[in-house]
């Protein structure tokens, strides 16, 4: 599958990475040329494209008019709406996933039909859930607890 990530920071390079390892055909486009040479392994074999991501010529470079995912990861929404929207609508991207950090945009977002990730919302869920679960028991003190010791 051809996947095509905006923004190589620590979540899209792992993801870039991770995707490159399992055969799928990637590009990663960033505005740092830094980014690439930090976050990315020496043996990624996908594309890295420079320049920026809500230009069409630059989405293309990446194989946006061939991709059939498109996430939008870098730390500003207003970029990762807009070129989510490119994605969707310029490239037809079928499947378009856009990570949006504040809470209000992402619920505006989500109704108007974008696929959205917030990171803090998620976190917060699963350190509340962590919470309400109660302390976890170390397999050791388990173990001891089941065998009568």
Do not use: W
């Amino acid at each position: 599958m051809r996947v095509v990530i905006l923004g190589c920071g620590r979540v899209g390079s792992i993801l870039a990475a991770e995707l490159d390892k399992s055969g799928h055909a990637v590009g990663i486009v960033d505005t740092r040329n830094e980014a690439f040479q930090r976050f990315l392994p020496a043996d990624f074999g996908g594309d890295a494209v420079l320049g920026n991501g809500i230009d069409e010529d630059i989405l293309q470079k990446a194989g946006a008019d061939q991709a059939e995912f498109f996430a939008a990861l870098t730390d500003d929404d207003n970029v990762n709406i807009m070129a989510t929207q490119v994605a969707k609508i310029v490239f037809k991207v079928p499947h378009v996933v856009c990570r949006i950090y504040d809470r209000e945009r992402n619920e505006t977002f989500r109704t108007l039909g974008l696929e959205t990730v917030a990171p803090i919302e998620v976190a917060a869920s699963r350190i509340k859930d962590l919470v309400e679960s109660g302390p976890r028991r170390e397999p050791a003190k388990q173990a001891e607890s089941e065998a009568g010791g």
